[in-house]
Nanobody, 115 residues
Framework: VQLVESGGGWVQAGGYLRLSCEASGSGFRLATMGWYRQAPGKDREVVATITTGGGTNYADSVKGRFTISRENAENTAYLQMNSLKPEDTAVYYC??????????WGQGTQVTVSS
């Protein structure tokens, strides 16, 4: 499975971006999809996940502002990010997890939020 993120960029505080993660290969619908981020000097952290059944979880810092979704017919996961804050600045990574062994990452996309 290969994952390709897109949609990152620069935005002013209060703005919005929509990230996309397109997966190649088969079995997308069988994976829990997630978005993670890593800011300079910090560890990678989970932002949001969505299960095969559509159940979602969010980091407390993004609840009410970000929405994760998936379109299995398009092999694509999305992260809608609204009301962006400077502290959301990071490289955002897409993740596809089938089990504890089969775990795939995208190359990352930069999101920069200016104050």
């Amino acid at each position: 499975v290969q994952l390709v993120e897109s949609g990152g960029g620069w935005v002013q505080a209060g703005g919005y971006l929509r990230l996309s993660c397109e997966a190649s290969g088969s079995g997308f619908r069988l994976a829990t999809m997630g978005w993670y981020r890593q800011a300079p000097g910090k560890d990678r952290e989970v932002v949001a996940t969505i299960t095969t059944g559509g159940g979602t979880n969010y980091a407390d810092s993004v609840k009410g502002r970000f929405t994760i979704s998936r379109e299995n017919a398009e092999n694509t996961a999305y992260l809608q990010m609204n009301s962006l804050k400077p502290e959301d600045t990071a490289v955002y990574y897409c993740n596809a997890r089938f089990n504890s062994i089969l775990n795939f990452w995208g190359q990352g996309t930069q999101v920069t939020v200016s104050s």
